[in-house]
């Protein structure tokens, strides 16, 4: 019986690149979760105030669920003079297409109201678990996960201003909000960072190795922003960033046993070939 080596080589690549490529979207197009922003009403801090001459400033939050995600928008500031109220406060929104951090309204007024030099402080966070019934997306051993999005922060708060101190990060987190260590960024990512000094906008692509440990729970992910906004960077508009495209997928890892033992497989028959003389 003679043993063909192309049919051989190609065997053992098969069950090799069938093992190393078996991806999952898990999130994203052709998933289950293709349509994570769907269009809804703001999160707005409602700054608190009122009377007939008040200025306030607030680091106050409001937190609200939308869809999947739990969003929170904090801090903002407002004055009254007589009747007319002037305020600026954190919102969160989903577009339809996108997650979207800002405040509520920039007018270049407030700040000349609250007096020189003062700066309001704004800060965003969203929390989304893919935990809907029947499309659970929970951890696995032995899997790869690569995250990926879509960042633009050109029109916004993330561009390059004198008096601006913004930061922005992302984690991948389990049901008990722990995080996730990236393999090369550690757990909180600086999303800034990674787009690069003075660049607002991009696309950040992070990988996770699982071993045989396994989070608890469903995949979860959060993105948090922090800026103080003074009077140069509030005239910028109402845009902090606005997250789009977010993608995750999941490639097993394959155990060093069974691609040993392909390899091994192919070998032996190789051996075996040479031995008995076969072509």
Known sequence: MKINQRFIFALVNYFTITTLSA????????SSYSDI????????????????????????????TRGLWDLTAQGGANATIVLSLTESAAQVSLTGSALQFGISND????????????????AWDAVAYFDTPGSVLSYAADTHY?????????????????????????????????????????????????????????TVSLDYTLGGTVPSGPIGVRFHGDAVVGATALS????????????????????????????????????????????
């Open 23 to 30: 991806q999952t979207t898990l999130v994203g197009a052709g």
């Open 37 to 64: 922003f769907p269009s809804s009403t703001p999160v707005v801090y409602d700054v608190p105030g009122g009377g007939l001459l008040s200025l306030t400033l607030s680091n106050g939050s409001t937190t609200a």
């Open 107 to 122: 007018n270049n007024s407030l700040l000349g109201l609250l007096g020189s030099g003062t700066s309001i402080h704004y």
């Open 146 to 202: 690569n995250v990926s999005f879509a960042v633009d922060g050109n029109n916004g708060l993330l561009s390059s201003v004198a008096g601006l101190t913004p930061s922005f990060t992302f984690e991948l987190i389990d049901s008990l909000g722990n995080t996730l260590s990236s393999d090369s960024s550690g757990t909180l990512i600086n999303i800034a960072g990674l787009l690069g000094t003075g660049v607002p906008t991009g």
């Open 236 to 279: 910028l508009g109402t845009d902090f960033a606005t997250i789009s495209d977010l993608n995750i997928t999941a490639t097993p890892v394959p155990e060093p046993g069974g691609s040993m033992l392909i390899a091994s497989v192919g070998i032996v028959l190789l051996i075996r070939r040479r031995r008995l003389g076969f072509c």
